[in-house]
C-alpha cells in the first residue's frame, strides 16, 4: 500500500527535493517538495500515525504546521496551513483532511511563515538517522510517496527505475492528450480495453478531489 498523495493531483510540483541550495544554505538545498496550490485547497494525511503537533513555531519558517509521526520511524510535516483540521495528540488516518493550505504573502495571514506564494511544503524525516544539520534525517519525498510502507524498503537509498514505452493519462478517450498528473513509480495502474496501435490504455486512481479514475 502506497501512501496517500499530499493535494489533489491537478496541483503541480513547483519546488523539489534539495533544489535550489543558494537558497538553503544551512540544508544544502531545498529539504522537502513543495506543491503549488491556492490558499483554502484541502490537505491529506499521506499515511496514519499520530500528529505530534499542530500549531507554530516561529523559528521553523514553515507557519502553521502539522507534524504526524508515522510508523514511530517517519516525520512527515505539512507547512503554510491556513487552517486545521486535527490537532496536537490526535490519531489520524490515511487519506484524511488534516487542514487547507495557506502561504499566500500577500493576503492578510500573519503566519504564512517564509513563503513567496501559496503553496505546501511537505518534509518527510526519516526518525532513525541522525537529526542534525544539514539534512535533520530528510529524505525525498517523491520516493517516500511511491513506496510501499507495508515492506522494509529503506526509502532513503532504494530507488526503482521504471522504463515505458508509452503511456497516456487523460479525462476522455477523445483525441485530447492534455497531461493531467505525474506518473511516479508505486501508482496504481490497471488496463481497461483492448490495444490501440498496439498500445493498451490505461487507469490511474489518484487523490483527485472526486475520487474518480483518469483514463
Known sequence: MKPFWPVDMVFQIIQRW????????NRGGHPGTDFTLPVGNKLYAVWGGKCTFAGYRPSSG????????????WLVIYGHLSTYNVSTGDMVEWGQVIGLSGGDPN??????GMSGGAHLHLEIRDQTKPQTYPLIGAVDPEIWLATDLDTQTDVSTDIVTV?????NIRLDPSTNR??????????????????VNGFYPVK?????GNGQYLE
Open 18 to 25: 534539495m533544489e535550489n541550495p543558494a537558497s538553503y544554505p
Open 62 to 73: 514553515y507557519g502553521r504546521e502539522v507534524d504526524i509521526l508515522v510508523n514511530d520511524r
Open 107 to 112: 493576503d492578510d495571514d500573519p503566519i504564512d
Open 163 to 167: 522504463i515505458t514505452d508509452y503511456i
Open 178 to 195: 492534455a497531461g493531467v498528473g505525474r506518473v511516479l513509480y508505486g501508482m496504481d495502474l490497471e488496463t481497461c480495453g483492448e490495444p
Open 204 to 208: 490511474l486512481w489518484v487523490s483527485s
